[in-house]
């Protein structure tokens, strides 16, 4: 055996023989500690609720914080969710004669109750652990798409006449109505659908309620053909619809009712002064155009134009 090949295998022994001391080492480090720490360490949860509570959010993840404290020194602080997931936390030493702070951030939860444990482990091997419940209550999910489309004010108009006793002895109601496009819009109403027009108005004495003035269908394919989508009939409600092509800058609808009973039902229950007054105190109509399940709807404020004993006239934006 020349010199070289005895010096490697010298050097192997002693790798070998400091492996063994290191090991025993640590084997002798280890038991001494858990003979001079036989005590566990003590962890806490103080946020967000302190542990062995409850704490409940609509978050899908939560924070924890808290504490930990032992006598010799903390190797390990882990969280775990009996839902699932697991996962070490961050720990800092704020002071040395204090307890060590940790947190655990973004855990994952479950729908549900979670029941999250923080175990904590120290050098010598002893633990100590600590639950906090969370309940997770999920937000509901957002409702579908509404088909409404609510118009502002701007682009309603509305003109109300109210006929005296001079009709037949009932009220009639004449009413022209707008809906006005903005020029950067656009409007297409192919006529080949049932169109529904409602009017309401505002009940003075409960403002939460509508009254019921006029609704009439008109009935699809009523005309093709034209340039303009227009409705004209004879008979008593709607004389006149009209829906201008969607290259049009101005009117994009318009509506002529004529001759219609003005809430006679409600009239029958009041003397004609009472009545009058009523009338007078209504301030707001609301327009309404439905085809298939998309509603274009306009409020508009009403206020008192003319009034005589045979004519009452409601205006807005005349």
């Not at 020194?73 to 060590?100: H, Q």
């Not at 006929?163 to 109505?177: N, Q």
């Not at 004389?239 to 201008?244: D, T």
């Not at 969607?246 to 002529?256: D, E, G, K």
Request: hydrophobic letters at 35%; one cysteine or more; proline letters at 7%.
């Amino acid at each position: 055996m020349n010199i070289r090949m005895m010096t490697r295998c010298w050097q192997l022994i002693l790798a070998i023989g400091l492996c063994f001391a290191v090991m025993l080492g640590q084997a002798l480090t280890e038991a001494a500690a858990s003979s001079c720490d036989p005590e566990p360490p003590i962890v806490t949860i103080t946020a967000p609720a302190p542990g062995g509570g409850f704490y409940e959010t609509d978050q899908s993840a939560v924070n924890l914080a808290g504490y930990v404290d032992d006598a010799i020194g903390v190797r390990e602080v882990s969280w775990s969710n009996n839902r699932g997931g697991d996962g070490s936390t961050l720990g800092t030493i704020t002071n040395w004669s204090a307890p060590w702070r940790w947190e655990a951030n973004g855990i994952p939860l479950a729908e549900g109750d979670n029941v999250i444990t923080v175990t904590a482990r120290d050098a010598a091997g002893n633990i100590d652990t600590s639950t906090l419940t969370v309940t997770y209550n999920a937000p509901p999910p957002p409702p579908p798409p509404s088909t409404e489309k609510v118009l502002d004010n701007r682009k309603v108009k509305f003109t109300f006449y109210f006929g005296g006793e001079y009709y037949d002895g009932l009220d009639r109601v004449s009413d022209v109505g707008y809906l006005l496009k903005e020029s950067s819009e656009t409007f297409v109403m192919p006529f080949n659908k049932d169109v529904t027009v409602t009017i309401k108005v505002q009940d003075p004495r409960n403002p939460s309620v509508q009254l019921q003035v006029f609704t009439q269908t008109i009935p699809a394919g009523t005309v093709t053909g034209t340039s303009k989508y227009r409705y004209v009939t004879s008979a008593k409600g709607i004389n006149e619809l009209q829906f201008v092509p969607a290259n049009s800058i101005a009117v994009y609808m318009y509506l002529f009712v004529d001759k219609v009973d003005f809430l006679p039902s409600l009239k029958a229950t009041m003397t004609s002064a009472e009545y009058q007054a009523f009338v007078r105190t209504i301030s707001q109509a609301t327009f309404t155009v439905q085809i298939d399940d998309t509603v274009w709807s306009g409020d508009v404020p009403l206020s008192i134009g003319t009034y005589s004993d045979h004519k009452q006239e409601l205006v807005y934006n005349r």
